[in-house]
């Protein structure tokens, strides 16, 4: 259960679902873990939780991700607390109203500025110093979102398209450099967001850990190894 002893991740939107499972399963592996989401209180909640499960060593970091310089400081935060940064999950999202006929503009800049501006923020942020150690891995996640789109998904898809675009052309990018990227398309997880998805889907949710497992089995790959993508669905 060890297998990320001394490995330090950053992991966005910390503070509730998928998040939460992906920073509780890296410090079962013995990663260090930073937790970045904008409710402080929360990310209080998840650390002591991971602490009372006695797994590795966590450090929270009140963070908006459509925010660059509370991204830099987040990644400076990760810096002084364990040195280096190993591992950058883009996981903070946000899923609103998303038809082009609902006109709700707001709602489509929100989920533009927090699932493509932030995860561009935060690969910005981490990437010269993962160049320079010629060591790191970004795992950005998607959604099966954005492999489909719906007549209610349209905005929504465009981002989760848009994340998709930005880990193939970061991967090819990043060829040869020791920087790897992996790009996760989850299918409905069961989280807040959603609970407020109106599909009348009857496959059973999948749990936040079944995503926490695909992003052990990206980073935990020998070093000349790139897994790109990984599509999880219900069955
Ligand atoms: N659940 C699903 O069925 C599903 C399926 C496919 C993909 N996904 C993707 O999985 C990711 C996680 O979603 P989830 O299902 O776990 O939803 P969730 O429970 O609502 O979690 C979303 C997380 O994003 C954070 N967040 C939102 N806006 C932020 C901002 N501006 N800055 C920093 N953090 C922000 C939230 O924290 P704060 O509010 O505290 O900031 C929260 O921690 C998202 O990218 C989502 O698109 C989910």
Do not use: C
Request: aromatic share 4%; no cysteine; proline share 2%.
């Amino acid at each position: 259960m060890d297998l990320l002893q001394g490995k330090t991740a950053i992991i966005t939107g910390a503070s509730s679902g998928i998040g939460v499972g992906i920073a509780k399963e890296l410090a079962k592996e013995g990663a260090n873990v930073v937790l970045a989401a904008r409710s402080k209180a929360k990310l209080l909640e998840v650390e002591k939780e991971i602490k009372a499960e006695g797994n590795g060593k966590v450090v929270t970091a009140q963070t908006d991700v459509t925010n660059k310089q509370e991204i830099e400081i987040l990644v400076k935060k990760a810096e002084e607390a364990f040195h280096h940064v190993d591992f950058l999950v883009n996981n903070a999202g946000q899923m609103l109203s998303a038809a082009v006929r609902s006109g709700k503009i707001e709602e489509w800049e929100t989920m533009i500025d927090v699932n493509i501006k932030g995860m561009l923020f935060g690969i910005h942020a981490v990437l010269p110093t993962m160049l320079e150690r010629s060591s790191g891995h970004i795992i950005n996640i998607a959604s099966v979102s954005g492999l489909e789109v719906t007549k209610v998904s349209t905005v929504y898809s465009a981002t989760k398209f848009a994340v998709r675009a930005i880990s193939t052309g970061l991967e090819k990018e990043l060829a040869r450099t020791g920087v790897r990227v992996t790009n996760i398309s989850p299918g409905m997880v069961d989280t807040a967001i959603s609970d407020v998805t109106s599909s009348n889907n009857d496959r059973k949710k999948l749990e936040t850990q079944d995503i926490a497992k695909a992003v052990i089995y990206a980073v935990t790959q020998p070093d000349y190894v790139n897994v790109n993508e990984i599509t999880v669905r219900p069955v």
